[in-house]
């Protein structure tokens, strides 16, 4: 087990030891280096989060030769973006300080789970911005298909 820092630098040694290049990995998963590159790092600001995020360290683990689903499960433990055990973590802490839980994953009707987008000037885009636009063109090509 590893920890939130140690995870993406893990990864990496584990790919460089099976000589698989962070080259491969994007021509095999259509998705720029640079997102593989912010994996390794542990830098995940611009990254999707849920399922997408989930599919993402899926491919990568397949790809070096480890089981997805071990690394997605750490990849889950360690970083709010895989975010499937929420409410199932949740009720196990509650239950174990024998307290009800109240919170809850659903939406209350008529709100929205997003947060409204603040009104900013326009600046010129960071390489977070840069990454965040190219994971979501690769996720808006990958649903045409």
Same mark, same amino acid.
């Given at each position: 087990?590893? *920890?939130?820092?140690?995870?993406? /630098?893990?990864?990496?040694?584990?790919?460089?030891?099976?000589?698989?290049?962070?080259?491969? =990995?994007?021509?095999?998963? @259509? !998705? /720029?280096? #640079?997102?593989?590159?912010? +994996?390794?790092?542990?830098?995940?600001?611009?990254?999707?989060?849920?399922?997408?995020?989930?599919?993402?360290?899926? @491919?990568?683990?397949?790809? =070096?030769?480890?089981?997805?689903? &071990?690394? !997605? &499960?750490?990849?889950?433990?360690?970083? /709010?973006?895989? &975010?499937?055990?929420?409410?199932?973590? +949740?009720? &196990?802490?509650?239950?174990? $300080?024998?307290?009800?839980?109240? *919170?809850?994953?659903?939406?209350? /009707?008529?709100?929205?789970?997003?947060?409204? +987008?603040?009104?900013?000037?326009?600046?010129?885009? *960071?390489?977070?911005?840069?990454?965040?636009? #190219? +994971? !979501?063109?690769? $996720?808006?090509?990958?649903?045409?298909?």
């Amino acid at each position: 087990m590893v *920890s939130r820092e140690a995870f993406g /630098p893990h990864l990496r040694r584990l790919r460089r030891r099976r000589e698989v290049s962070l080259e491969s =990995i994007a021509v095999a998963t @259509n !998705v /720029p280096v #640079a997102v593989w590159q912010a +994996l390794e790092d542990g830098d995940l600001y611009g990254w999707p989060s849920g399922v997408f995020a989930r599919a993402l360290v899926a @491919n990568y683990a397949r790809l =070096i030769g480890m089981d997805p689903e &071990d690394v !997605v &499960d750490d990849f889950c433990r360690l970083f /709010p973006k895989g &975010d499937r055990r929420r409410s199932r973590a +949740l009720a &196990d802490y509650a239950a174990l $300080i024998g307290q009800s839980q109240v *919170s809850t994953d659903d939406v209350p /009707p008529g709100h929205e789970r997003r947060a409204a +987008l603040p009104s900013q000037p326009r600046r010129t885009r *960071s390489r977070r911005e840069r990454l965040a636009g #190219a +994971l !979501v063109e690769y $996720i808006a090509r990958s649903d045409t298909r």
